[in-house]
């Protein structure tokens, strides 16, 4: 079990910069997840810590060692990829237990590792099989296994679910977060997906052209993000953005969209005020939208006309895409709305929760 501090890396391939600076503090037995678009540096920055990658620039610790020059065998991390790259011609038990051969353990303390890792992940009546007699899920669970048996300080995880389908992807990850608990020992996990990253992360690292563009707990990246890139990427549907103006009138400051108009509440009016006359970026949730007759208790309602343009029933709520003139965005609502594509919707808008953002710098507004 140990800590990872990344101070001031950098990844160049030639002219392009892969890994920009990137300062980033791991607790011991923490579970952070590394977070982004195809190409922001996520999966880059794991393989600089895995050894897999030379580091262009700064220092890489794992606890207090640098390990910048330290081979990847010695480095005391187990990794798990995307592809399950199990040996086709060896059973279960061999493909666990062959990391372990090559060390020279002795033969009894691999039988215990190996039987205790399947027994963790629920695969111990599969250890004679091949791969090739495996559903893709229990082929992955044999990838971790062959991760667990080496007892390492860091479990590195590179977008381990993205060949499994939509339901065994949520069953697994459920899986590997106990697995974390169990264990008790420092996961880095990559995904894509935020999904994944809010439900099973202690903290979130988003990056985006690999700069770390902010790193905290999954409710604090949603409830204060730093940016607009943030905004919209953490959060599913994404937060709907337009350009407005605050604007103050009898008394009040409001959000003038120019084809709505929103009241600023009292916990808001003293930010609003700091930065009336200006152009914004407001930024509002999807599930901070109602439709009139279902108003949430106790939040400071601003009202909002729209037009319907296509509705997905999803069972316990719907989304429907809308439309407030030229200017389209989406809302969370209650299944019982009523709905109709090119019908007119009145809705509420929850400014408790309204966000924002500089048009310019594309920083939060504090």
């Known amino acids: 079990m140990a800590s990872v501090s990344y101070r001031n890396v950098y990844k160049r391939w030639g002219d392009v910069i892969a890994v920009n600076n990137f300062n980033l503090e791991i607790e011991d037995k923490e579970f952070m997840v590394y977070v982004g678009p195809s190409g922001c540096g996520k999966s880059t920055s794991l393989r600089l810590l895995a050894g897999l990658e030379e580091i262009s620039d700064g220092q890489i610790l794992i606890g207090d060692r640098v390990v910048n020059d330290v081979p990847p065998k010695d480095r005391d991390i187990a990794m798990v990829f995307q592809s399950y790259a199990l040996y086709p ?5 061999d493909n666990m237990a062959f990391g372990l051969k090559l060390r020279k353990m002795p033969k009894d303390e ?34 971790v ?8 300080k860091v479990f590195l995880f590179d977008e381990p679910l993205s060949n499994l389908d939509a339901k065994l ?19 880095i996990y990559v995904t894509h997906d935020q999904v994944e990253a809010m439900t099973m992360a202690t903290r979130i690292a988003v990056m985006k052209d690999g700069i770390l563009q902010q790193c905290d707990t999954p409710t ?3 409830d204060h993000p730093d940016n607009v890139f943030v905004a919209g990427f953490i959060g ?20 003038d969209g120019g084809t709505f108009r929103l009241e600023v509440p009292g916990k808001n009016t003293e930010l609003a005020l700091k930065h009336k006359g200006k152009q914004v970026v407001f930024g509002i949730r999807p599930e901070d939208i109602h439709a009139r007759e279902f108003i949430a208790p106790g939040i ?16 316990s709520e719907i989304f429907a895409y809308l439309m407030t003139g030229k200017k389209n965005f989406v809302a969370r609502l209650d299944p019982r709305t009523r709905a109709h ?8 808008v929850n400014m408790d929760n309204m966000h924002i953002f500089d048009p310019k710098t594309e920083q939060r507004l504090t």
Request: hydrophobic letters at 40%; aromatic letters at 8%; zero cysteines.
């Open 300 to 315: 400071a309602p601003a009202y909002m006309d729209s037009t319907v343009d296509v509705v997905e029933m999803m069972g």
């Open 220 to 222: 604090y990246l949603y």
């Open 169 to 187: 992807r949520v069953q697994t990850r459920a899986e590997i977060s106990k697995l974390w608990q169990r264990l008790g020992t420092t996961f």
């Open 110 to 143: 691999i039988d215990r590792r190996v039987k205790e890792a399947a027994e963790t992940l629920g695969i111990s009546q599969f250890l004679d099989r091949k791969p090739k007699a495996l559903s893709g899920g229990q082929r992955q669970r044999v990838a």
């Open 145 to 152: 296994g062959r991760a667990i048996v080496r007892n390492p």
């Open 341 to 348: 594509v090119g019908e007119a919707l009145s809705l509420v």
């Open 236 to 255: 599913s549907p994404s937060m709907n953005f337009f350009d407005a103006t605050l604007v103050e009138a009898d008394g009040k400051v409001w959000v």
């Open 89 to 93: 011609h060896m059973s279960v038990y």
